[in-house]
Every structure is written in structure tokens, then in C-alpha cells.
């Protein structure tokens, strides 16, 4: 029998705070139809210091193991084992969220194409959707100060660059209880209506197709969709 769950949220992160989201309009249906949610690497991601650290780090990094050998104050490889967790992070499973409240032009046109929609949902919802305890999961908020050498492991893993700041990202980590590190993604079996409270369509979607996907999606799946506030000119 699996141990229940382990679901850790870190500190100042409030579990009822509202999140968001986007996402292409195949992967939403496909979330729906399969009843799972899918997560990938981290190092799957286009920012490439989710698996490597920032060259400035890293040159500051090999400056600290360079005093510590000659002054032999700090143990060299503790701060080798420190780099390399940080690589061997890129293989955690991850998923990303947004804090930021109200749709966001930009957020639509960075994480969706023309055919997107938008989930809303809470910290806590989207953990309790999970139909099983096959993995424990960490949650926090994404700070913006830039990864630096010295820096705490875990708090790294929370940590980007501030180019990102607009995100407002809430991250989750899942480990998996069994051994499955062959694999580039997992699917999550999901109580859809559990983790998803409402289903924003995309400002991009021509106004005929968002009344026809609003039928078909509320009628089908009995969850709440509504159309993009934003007006474009399409």
C-alpha cells in the first residue's frame, strides 16, 4: 500500500491563493477528455539555467573553491555536491503556474498560440485533484533575485532570473515514490472539476468559434467557461 502523500508548501505561500494556467487548446482538451495532467522537466523548459547554473554564478562558484583550497576554510566538495544537484535538478518534475491576477496580454502570447485557453484554479485545488498518491509534491513562489553561487539548494529551485519577474509563478515539484527516471514527463490521473474552477478562452479565438467551444466544452464536461476580456483586433 502506497504512503499517503506528501505535500509541502513553503513558507509565506497561502494554500486558498488563486493561480492560473496557460495553456494550447489540444493540451486543455487532452487534460479533459484523458482525466490527466501532464508535467515535464525542468530542463525542459526554454530557460536553460532550469538544469545549469548562470556562467556568473558559476565563475563565482569556482572562485569560492579556489579560496577554500588555499585557505582551507570551506569544504571544496560541498561545493562541487551543491553544483552538481543543481544540474541533476533538471530532471524534476515540474509544473508552472501564475499568481497574477486578471489575464495578461503577454502571458497569453508567451504560453499559448492562437487556440489557447486558461485555467483557474487554487494552490490547494490543484493538489487535491490528483486521483492518486503516487507522488510528493513541493509548492512555492518563484523570487526574482537571479540564481547566485553559495545559495541554499532548495531556495535555488525557487529561484529565477529577474527578466521572468512578470510571471508571478507558482511552482510545483513532484517526486515520484517510485522509480521513474527514464521518463521526460508524467501523466497524473485528475478530477478535472476538482482542479478547475473556470476556463478562460483566448482573446485570439474568433468570436463564433469561442460561443461554439463554450457550448461544447461546458455541455461535455460540466465546468465553467467563459471568453477572454481583453479586446483585440483580429
Not at 487548446?25 to 547554473?53: A, G, I, M, N, W
Not at 535555488?156 to 527516471?181: G, H, N, V, W
Not at 472539476?193 to 466544452?217: G, N, T
Amino acid at each position: 500500500m502506497n504512503r499517503m502523500r506528501y505535500f509541502r508548501l513553503m513558507d509565506g505561500v497561502d494554500a486558498n491563493t488563486e493561480i492560473h494556467q496557460y495553456m494550447d487548446l489540444d493540451y486543455l482538451l487532452r487534460l479533459l477528455e484523458t482525466r490527466s495532467y501532464y508535467v515535464k522537466q525542468k530542463q525542459e523548459f526554454p530557460d536553460k539555467h532550469e538544469s545549469r547554473l548562470p556562467l556568473k554564478a558559476m565563475f563565482s562558484l569556482q572562485s569560492v573553491e579556489l579560496r577554500s583550497y588555499k585557505g582551507k576554510t570551506t569544504d571544496i566538495a560541498e561545493s562541487l555536491e551543491r553544483r552538481r544537484k543543481f544540474t541533476e535538478s533538471g530532471r524534476m518534475f515540474t509544473a508552472c503556474w501564475t499568481e497574477r491576477r486578471g489575464e495578461g496580454a503577454l502571458m497569453w502570447k508567451n504560453f499559448t498560440t492562437k487556440i489557447g485557453g486558461c485555467i483557474k484554479s487554487t494552490i490547494n485545488n490543484f493538489v487535491a485533484s490528483f486521483a492518486n498518491d503516487d507522488y510528493d509534491i513541493c509548492c512555492g513562489r518563484m523570487s526574482y533575485t537571479g540564481i547566485y553561487a553559495g545559495q541554499d539548494f532548495v531556495e535555488s529551485l525557487f529561484t529565477k532570473d529577474k527578466a521572468f519577474e512578470e510571471e508571478k509563478e507558482i511552482r510545483y515539484y513532484f517526486t515520484p515514490k517510485k522509480d521513474i527516471s527514464n521518463s521526460k514527463g508524467i501523466s497524473i490521473p485528475i478530477l478535472p472539476d476538482v482542479m478547475i474552477d473556470e476556463i478562460i478562452l483566448s482573446p485570439y479565438i474568433e468570436s463564433k468559434a469561442q460561443d461554439i467551444l463554450k457550448q461544447i466544452i461546458s455541455e461535455k464536461y460540466d465546468i465553467n467557461v467563459t471568453s477572454s476580456k481583453i479586446e483585440l483586433k483580429l
